[in-house]
Structure formats: structure tokens, C-alpha cells
């Protein structure tokens, strides 16, 4: 154990992986729940229009932001490999050069995230009654971006250690609070669209201070002291090495998303709620299964470092059956609680609620494989290997979906929602093939090159 964290690299990986991914997936549900409050308040006491404004920021924002968290995922990879390794040197020098990695993502993000709100949503096609309220969400929200880069460089070092449980204290606090801010700045201060993105910013803070905080009080290599941050050349390389793909195939990934969002907004207001509505209902599902991608980066990630190759190959079957049985479970279970979800976020429009519904159907039932994509590219990022699966996703996620788009879905017989949905499923299912067989080749190589065979 370090400073209370479980060693990932001794004991039954079964119970170890349950019992850590666990709170991964409370804390993924309760950052969902930042935007689900949101949407929720602002369709009960503001309106359709409002769900779609909110809603049509989700896909710009993971674009813009991608890149910069993939940075944390770096930063994770490396921790973890320094712990497995045994180099306490390196784990400190990577801590404070990952902070200050953060504060400067942050202060990006913020300025093009502020200057280009506008510029952006019109190049997604937003409608005219949309474009002005989510141009408002978008301008406050980046305003607030750098807590949230400081919270998720935070927690991926927290996790990269074996501590998944503080992120999960830290995010409940910050859920709370942001729950309370929403109900009183809309209800009390009838701000709209303005007093949900105030809430999200606010607890963001909340969250980033609790986490320093955390890294500042620990007893082990992984202490933050303030007076010690700079730019440790090797392990800023070894970051952005890693890290950099995985900004790089975050942000190229959601482009397929902006252009998917374009063409839903191309059937109108009504059909973005409803949208809108369902994916951030499917957002509970994926996070559920993107848990045990971080799961298999980290627990691969020490045990590479350690040399441990006979648990990796267990590592990789127990997370990949996880993952599906848990997206199979809860996207199933969801789907068949489609329509009075909706309705807690639709109260204005059952035309809106069939069209959550549709999205359902096609993404939400077989969402199990886009958590066996994720799982894989864990893997491989968690063996030090960021760029394979960053082109293995461009060709077979964004390149297959950008081709379908502008080829099936362009002809008028299949300018359908589920036509459109369809790329989700097709995309996902090569794509773990692909990184399946990569892995696994990965994997024989480097064992063979330590002496470790197999």
C-alpha cells in the first residue's frame, strides 16, 4: 500500500479491479451529472429550446477539451510506470511537471474557448433560435476551464497511484454544490442557460481544490509542493509523448462527433433536443464502461513498469469481459427506460421524446462496443504506446464516419436519424478489432524483449 493505495501490481486482480473501478464509475456518473442538472433544470423551467442550446455545446466542448485531458492521460501512464518501475524521482518530477502542464492547458483552452464560441457553433450549423444561449453556456463555461484541467491532471495522478476514491469524495462534494446552484440561479436568479453554466463552473473550482489539495497532504512521491513545480524536460517529453496522441485522438474523435451533431441540427430544434436529451442519458452508460479503460491504463501501466506480463494478459480478459457485460446490462436497461427518462429532461414536446428515442435504439443497446474500444485502447496506451491506437481510431472512427456522412447519409433514401446513428455501430466494431490484434502483438513483442517469453 502507498500512502493508503492499493499496490496494483500484488493480489487477485478480480477483486482489485472491481474494487477500484468501482468509485472510477461513481465519480464518471457524478461529472455527468454536472451537465445532466443542467439539462434537467433548464427543460423543466425553461424550455425545449434551452435542452437544445445546452445540448448542442457537448460535442464543441469535448473537441476543444480533448485535447488538453489527453495530456492528464500522459501524465497518468507515466506516474504509473514510475510507480511500477520503482523510481520515486521520476513519479515527483513528472507530479510537478503535470501541474503546471495543467495551468497552462487551462489558459488556452480559456482564450480560444471564449473568442471562438460563437464562430464555432455557426460553423456547426446551430439554428438561429439555439445559436445566442449557447454562445452564453459556451463564453462562461470556458471561463472556468482551468479548474477543470487542474482537476483531471489531478485525479489521473491520484488514480495512476491506486486512489480512486478521492476523486469520488471530491466529485460528490462538487456534484452537491452544483446541484444547489443550478436550482438557484435559475429558479431564484431566472439566469436560463447563464445560471447552469455559473453552477458547472463554480463546483469545477470546488473540485480542482480539493484535489490539490489532496496531492499537496500525501506522504509518498506522488506530494505536490507548490514551490517545486517547473518543466522537467524529460518528463514534460514522456507527457506529451504520450499524452499528445491521445489529445490528439480524443479531439479528432469528437470531430466526427461536431459534423454528426451538424447533421442532427439539420433536422431542427426539436429532433437536437431530443438528442440532446438521450445522450446524456447514454452518457451514464459510457461512463460506466470508459471506467474500465482507466482501469486497464493503470493497472497495465504499473504492471509494465514492474514487468508483471503474466497479470497484463489477465488484466486485459478480465476488463474486456467486464466491460461487456456491464454496457451490455446497463444500455439495455436504459433503452427499456427510454421514455420516462426523456421525460424527466422533455416536458414540452413528445415529438422530441421519439427522437431521444430513435437515438436509443441504435446507440444506447449496442453501446457495449464502444466500451470494448475503449478498453483496448486503455491497453495499449497503458503499455507506453499512445500513437498506434491515435491512428487506429482516426482511420477507423473519424475517417469511417466522415466517409459515411458525406457518401450514404448524403443520399436522400437514407437522409435518416438511424441511417446517420448506423456510423456509431459500424465504427466501433471495427476499430476494437483492429487495436484487439495490435495489442496482443504489443504485448508477445515487449514481454519476448524481457526475457519473459509468451
Known amino acids: 500500500m502507498r500512502n493508503g493505495s492499493p499496490d496494483l501490481c500484488e493480489g487477485p486482480l478480480l477483486s482489485r479491479i472491481i474494487f477500484y473501478t468501482v468509485p472510477i464509475i461513481l465519480t464518471g456518473i457524478l461529472q455527468l451529472l454536472f451537465n445532466a442538472a443542467d439539462l434537467v433544470v433548464v427543460g423543466r423551467y425553461c424550455g425545449s429550446i434551452s435542452v437544445a442550446a445546452v445540448g448542442a455545446t457537448g460535442a464543441l466542448i469535448n473537441l476543444l477539451v480533448n485535447l488538453f485531458i489527453g495530456l492528464s492521460v500522459g501524465a497518468g501512464v507515466s506516474v504509473a510506470h514510475g510507480i ?13 511537471t503535470a501541474i503546471p502542464t495543467a495551468l497552462v492547458s487551462g489558459a488556452v483552452l480559456t482564450v480560444v474557448g471564449v473568442l471562438g464560441s460563437h464562430t464555432f457553433l455557426s460553423l456547426m450549423g446551430t439554428p438561429d433560435d439555439v445559436i445566442g444561449l449557447s454562445t452564453v453556456y459556451l463564453k462562461i463555461y470556458f471561463l472556468g476551464i482551468i479548474p477543470s484541467t487542474l482537476y483531471n491532471f489531478g485525479a489521473a495522478i491520484l488514480r495512476a497511484a491506486g486512489d480512486t476514491r478521492s476523486p469520488l469524495y471530491f466529485l460528490t462534494a462538487a456534484g452537491f454544490i452544483n446541484v444547489l446552484l443550478n436550482l438557484l440561479f435559475v ?106 479503460h482507466q482501469t486497464a491504463l493503470n493497472f497495465v501501466g504499473q504492471n509494465y513498469g514492474a514487468r508483471r506480463f503474466d497479470r497484463i494478459r489477465r488484466i486485459m480478459v478480465i476488463c474486456l469481459v467486464s466491460v461487456f457485460v456491464a454496457g451490455a446490462a446497463f444500455g439495455s436497461a436504459v433503452y427499456l427506460c427510454g421514455r420516462p427518462l426523456l421525460s424527466v429532461y422533455i416536458t414540452d414536446s413528445q415529438e422530441a421524446i421519439e427522437a431521444g428515442l430513435v437515438r436509443m435504439a441504435y446507440i444506447c443497446l449496442p453501446y457495449f462496443l464502444c466500451g470494448l474500444m475503449d478498453v483496448t485502447t486503455g491497453l495499449i496506451r497503458g503499455l507506453g504506446h499512445s500513437l498506434v491506437p491515435m491512428v ?6 473519424c475517417g469511417l464516419r466522415l466517409l459515411w456522412i458525406y457518401t450514404v447519409f448524403r443520399m436522400p433514401e437514407f437522409h435518416t436519424l438511424p441511417c446517420l446513428y448506423m456510423s456509431y455501430i459500424i465504427s466501433w466494431s471495427l476499430t476494437f478489432i483492429v487495436e484487439l490484434v495490435i495489442f496482443i502483438v504489443l504485448l508477445r513483442k515487449v514481454s519476448k524483449r524481457s526475457g519473459n517469453g509468451g
Do not use: W
Open 187 to 292: 429558479l431564484a436568479f431566472k439566469m436560463d442557460v447563464a445560471g447552469v453554466a455559473l453552477a458547472t463552473t463554480i463546483s469545477q473550482l470546488i473540485s480542482a481544490v480539493l484535489v490539490i489539495t489532496a496531492l499537496m497532504r500525501r506522504t509518498d512521491e506522488c506530494r505536490l509542493e507548490l514551490r517545486k513545480m517547473r518543466f522537467y524536460r524529460r518528463q514534460l517529453g514522456r507527457i506529451l509523448t504520450i499524452g499528445f496522441p491521445a489529445g490528439i485522438q480524443g479531439s479528432l474523435f469528437s470531430i466526427s462527433n461536431v459534423i454528426i451533431q451538424s447533421s442532427v441540427n439539420s433536422f431542427g430544434s426539436v429532433v437536437m433536443s431530443g438528442n440532446a436529451a438521450a445522450g446524456n442519458i447514454e452518457g451514464f452508460v459510457y461512463t460506466t464502461m470508459n471506467s474500465f
Open 84 to 96: 511500477g518501475a520503482g523510481r520515486p524521482s521520476d513519479v515527483h518530477k513528472t507530479v510537478h
Open 392 to 397: 487506429v481510431t482516426v482511420v477507423g472512427v
